[in-house]
């Protein structure tokens, strides 16, 4: 992908030389508009970097950071660029913008780049890509990274020119093995005058580096400090695979969020409705599901009813995969179906599992040329907030998810960071989040159990029919994690105004209910998480002599507990770690006392 930056800045030069005259020409990569490459453009514009767009509407041939090596285009791109620069003093910064944020001006960047006393300056890593063998032809620093970064790099026009008048390879070449060969070249480091940002003042590259960054909040602003080297790095790139850590930065930096003004962004780009005609409404698809017994169904579609949006603008998909509750659902239809546009029920007797009711509720929305959201709401959650609907779609993103809260309690239905396995794992911020001295809007790599997102996203990047599928990881994860791909939007959780408060939430209680598995109706239980913290099953009848089969599967741990004798119990968490199966009762009838606990 690729952008042009063109900054122009006239400093004066100052008796002391901190700073020198000159014009500033920023040159970026990126050839599609994605959510990454506009928070890019945010930064910059902050500090008043003047933006220009070169090679837009040229496919990307240069390969990405799961496949190597890739990036030539970006090399040919800018070779084509200097071509027409003929100031031998202008200055060119080449920085990558689908994962890069600026945390401070230009002002900054040409004094630290003076300070560092060669002609080219590169950015430095930690770790040696993509041919390890060259490690040893690396010149040894006496402190700092010692191996070069080809995703941001900073020096004068005659001497990139020089440095790049020997590219003649294809789009697909690497672009960090052609800068590392010229750089482990001591006669080319020499003669082009090549350095490397050994501690990182201009260049943060957060690959192998991410426990010497942190967040530092400083006279009305956030930047990111490098408390290794105790250095301010005006650029910071989540090159290779820290693209999680980078929406973490871009969370605060430069100045989306600070403790004296909060928020920053939550007012930008918004849809209002107020004022809007009934007709004028969005039309939206709301798609309920019910896949396991849950409590309070009936007071769930009482507060869906109570909902302020025009009915006549909104249509239901219904999948229900417990006979229990069809009564529930059939007393709502039986009063206020007419209500709405439109409604789509599917039932137990249907045999659809949950996954592909997921994608069917999709469709619904994606076939309707007038539907414009799909809002998914699993069966607990409490819609207290009658307005949510309308405030996400004012906020007009991709893809946005209101922060569910228990009350007292920590859990909540995000995520801030993810494990190395791609599991749970508590981000820095978690914490004031959860507890409201944090409010805004937050790219998180995880959300479940409600969330909207455009019909144009779906019918483009979120398009495939496996959106829940993974050979490794839970259906939910797997969605999030393709949206996290293709979307690159992310996820967003929003806190805002008068909705921070207890907005929305899931159950706390205790609820208990008698399940019975028959060979001939329900047998077993398909893959699940509960609606609870811990789950509990107390047997009521004895293997072996009222049944046969019956149990537990675990399939993350590949697990399997048989059907504990009559009066034991089997306690497990109900949901993230443990997602499990019924195994099927071949004989007899089996009963079991089962209680969804959330302390």
Request: charged share 25%; aromatic share 10%; hydrophobic share 35%.
């Amino acid at each position: 992908s690729c952008t042009l930056l063109k900054i122009k800045l006239h400093v004066p030069v100052c008796s002391c030389c901190c700073v020198f005259s000159g014009d500033l020409l920023v040159l970026t990569v990126a050839t599609q508009e994605t959510d990454g490459f506009r928070r890019f453009l945010r930064s910059a514009k902050h500090f008043n970097y003047t933006i220009k767009v070169l090679g837009r509407g040229e496919s990307w041939k240069g390969g990405d950071y799961m496949s190597p090596p890739g990036g030539g285009q970006k090399v040919r791109l800018l070779k084509s660029a200097l071509e027409d620069i003929q100031d031998e003093n202008r200055v060119i910064l080449l920085v990558d913008s689908y994962d890069v944020i600026f945390s401070s001006g230009p002002r900054e960047l040409l004094k630290k780049f003076q300070q560092a006393k060669h002609r080219v300056v590169f950015s430095a890593e930690t770790l040696i890509w993509p041919d390890r063998h060259l490690e040893d032809k690396h010149p040894h620093v006496r402190e700092g990274k010692r191996f070069l970064g080809a995703g941001g790099f900073i020096g004068y026009a005659p001497n990139l020119k020089q440095m790049l008048s020997d590219w003649s390879g294809a789009d697909s070449d690497s672009d960090q093995l052609f800068f590392t060969k010229l750089y482990i070249n001591p006669e080319k480091r020499k003669s082009i005058n090549i350095t490397l940002d050994n501690k990182c003042r201009l260049f943060q590259n957060l690959h192998g580096a991410l426990d010497e960054v942190v967040l530092k909040f400083e006279d009305g602003r956030v930047r990111a400090r490098n408390v290794l080297y105790n250095t301010l790095p005006v650029i910071i790139h989540g090159n290779g695979p820290t693209k999680l850590q980078i929406n973490y930065l871009g969370n605060y930096i430069p100045h989306l969020w600070m403790f004296e003004t909060g928020c920053t962004l939550c007012n930008e780009g918004l849809r209002p409705l107020s004022g809007l005609q009934e007709s004028q409404y969005p039309m939206v698809v709301i798609g309920i599901f019910i896949q396991q017994p849950t409590p309070f169904v009936s007071v769930f579609f009482e507060r869906l009813l109570n909902l302020k949006y025009p009915k006549n603008r909104l249509q239901l998909f219904i999948y229900n995969q417990e006979l229990h509750h069809e009564p529930h659902i059939r007393s709502f239809l039986e009063y206020h179906e007419s209500e709405y546009q439109g409604v789509k029920l599917i039932g137990p007797e249907e045999d659809i599992d949950p996954l592909t009711s997921r994608d069917i509720g999709f469709d619904m929305c994606r076939d309707n040329i007038d539907c414009e959201y799909f809002f998914s709401i699993d069966v607990d959650v409490v819609l207290k907030n009658e307005d949510m609907l309308r405030i996400l779609i004012e906020l007009n993103k991709p893809f946005i998810a209101p922060m569910m809260t228990k009350p007292g309690r920590l859990w909540t239905n995000f995520w801030g960071a993810l494990s190395a396995d791609g599991y749970y794992a508590r981000s820095e911020d978690y914490m004031d989040i959860v507890k409201g001295r944090r409010m805004g809007l937050w790219n998180v790599p995880y959300i479940s159990h409600i969330f909207l997102i455009k019909a144009d996203t779906l019918r483009t990047d979120l398009k495939d029919p496996d959106l829940f599928e993974s050979a490794t990881l839970d259906p939910d994860m797997a969605f999030c994690s393709k949206v996290r791909n293709k979307v690159r939007q992310y996820t967003q959780i929003t806190r805002r105004n008068k909705i921070h408060s207890n907005q929305l939430y899931s159950q706390s209680m205790s609820s208990r209910h008698i399940s019975l598995y028959k060979p001939d109706e329900q047998p077993a239980l398909r893959p699940h998480h509960d609606a609870s913290t811990f789950t509990i099953n107390i047997a009521l009848n004895q293997l072996g002599i009222d049944y046969q089969g019956g149990g537990c599967r675990f399939l993350r741990y590949n697990c399997s507990v048989n059907a504990p004798r009559r009066g034991w119990a089997l306690l497990h968490p109900g949901r993230l770690t443990h997602y499990h199966e019924g195994l099927p009762t071949v004989e007899g009838v089996r009963y079991i006392s089962v209680s969804f606990v959330d302390p």
